[in-house]
Structure formats: C-alpha cells, structure tokens
C-alpha cells in the first residue's frame, strides 16, 4: 500500500513552496500535477517518478476529468508509489483537494495534506495590498468567478461583499464584467480595486481602479488567467500599489 500526500505548490514562483512539500517530491514516485504548480518543481523530483500532467482551465473541457484524477490517485497508491498531488496554491483553497482526500479514504489510501501558500493572500502581497490593515480592512473573503455547471449552488456575491472590507476573487476572469457589477450594486461604483495577473512569478502585473472602472483596465491591459482581484480601501493603502492608477504595471 503507497499513499497520496496532496501538495500545495504555492501561488506561482517555486521558491514559495514550503519544505514539506518540497520533501515529499524528492521522494515521490509518482507525480500527478496540475497546470499552475510550477514546472521547475518537477526537477526536484526522482529520475524514476512518473508524472502525470492533469492540468485543466476552468470548466472548459479538461484533458482528464476529476473522476479520472481522483481513480489515478488510487491506482497508482494501490500499486504501493509515493504519490504526490502537486496543485498550485492551496490543496483545500478552490483546489478540489477536498475531493480527492475524500476519494483516498473511500479507497482506504493514507491522504496527508501539505497546506500550500494561497494566491488569495500571495497575489496582493505581491502587489503591495494588505487583505486586513487595522487601518481600512478588519476582515476579508475569497470567493471564486466561476460557475460550476455541475453545482446548483450559486454564489451570492453581493452578500458576501457587502459584510467584509477585503473581498478577494480568484478565477474571475472569464466573468469579470457580471461580478464587478454584482460587487458595484452593494459597494458602489467608486471603490478600490485592483487585479494582478501572474502573481509572483517574473510575468507579474497589475492595474488599479475602481469597481466600475477595472475591467475596462483589465481588458485594454490584456491580462488573462491566473489574475486575482481584490477590492476594498486596502487596495492603493501602500505607496506601492498607490503607484499604479489605472495603468498596468511593468512585468517584474
């Protein structure tokens, strides 16, 4: 009997990762990867460890569906590897790592969980955004743009910002429009917001704006996914992120 250790590769540079889960690359014999876990990652593991790349973008099609990730997991523990689910960010943050711990136990597979840097905090870090300063944001919330066709839970954005100060969206892009609108009806038009595409890899950018403002930013900027959103006074609160008003920042 082998094991699956869920890894979290951090929020995109690899030098983020933590040393458990760096640990348990260097001893995996199978990897199982997804497409923002950085690829330099993968050297660090054995010669002999096989790797399996299940990336997938959004609902659009994958490659491999999670059924089939999650029975890939099982086979290849059954077969007795070190099998490491190496998901960028954090496991249990939009990561569907729920599912496949819940998958292992089913199975009777040992499941460890290596917690990983999450995007929701690392993309404004990156950016000179504070998620809570005691100054502007005593509380925040991460809430995803996507709307899982599978699910018949539907996010009540306009709730969930109109009771914190911070409110960070992850994986918005592709509806940015309608969720900026959502947000603008309880928050107002002329809030903070900032969006930072390729957080902390050598790609980053951001713009600045308001809620009513920033996917028109976004867009004339051509940022694409991975971008995160934050909105709130936090947002242009450091000289840093100050420094951007409605103009993309230069790749660092």
Do not use: N, Y
């Not at 999670?66 to 997991?73: K, V």
């Not at 819940?102 to 969980?113: D, F, Q, S, T």
């Amino acid at each position: 009997m082998g094991r699956v250790t869920l890894v979290g590769a951090g929020p995109g540079d690899p030098d983020l990762i933590t040393l458990r889960g760096m640990r348990a690359l260097e001893r995996a014999d199978a990897v199982v990867h997804d497409a923002l876990a950085a690829q330099e990652l993968l050297e660090h593991t054995p010669v002999h460890a096989l790797r399996f790349d299940v990336g997938k973008r959004g609902h659009r099609e994958p490659r491999v569906s999670q059924l089939e990730i999650e029975a890939l997991l099982v086979e290849l523990a059954l077969e007795g590897r070190e099998v490491v689910r190496l998901k960028g960010g954090d496991p249990f943050v939009f990561g569907r790592g729920g599912e496949e711990a819940a998958a292992c136990a089913r199975a009777g597979i040992p499941c460890e969980v290596v917690p990983g840097i999450s995007s929701c905090v690392a993309a404004p870090g990156a950016a000179g955004i504070p998620v809570t300063d005691r100054r502007a944001a005593a509380s925040f919330a991460v809430v995803t743009g996507h709307r899982d066709p599978a699910s018949e839970r539907r996010l009540e954005i306009e709730k969930v910002a109109a009771c914190v100060d911070t409110l960070v969206i992850l994986m918005g892009m592709a509806r940015l429009e309608d969720v900026l609108a959502r947000v603008e009806r309880v928050r107002g038009p002329g809030v903070r917001a900032a969006a930072i595409e390729w957080a902390t890899t050598k790609r980053q950018r951001s713009v600045t704006a308001t809620v009513a403002t920033l996917a028109a930013r976004v867009r004339e900027a051509g940022f694409g996914a991975p971008s995160t959103v934050v909105i709130g006074d936090a947002v242009g609160l450091l000289p840093q992120a100050a420094e951007l008003p409605d103009a993309a920042a230069p790749a660092r």
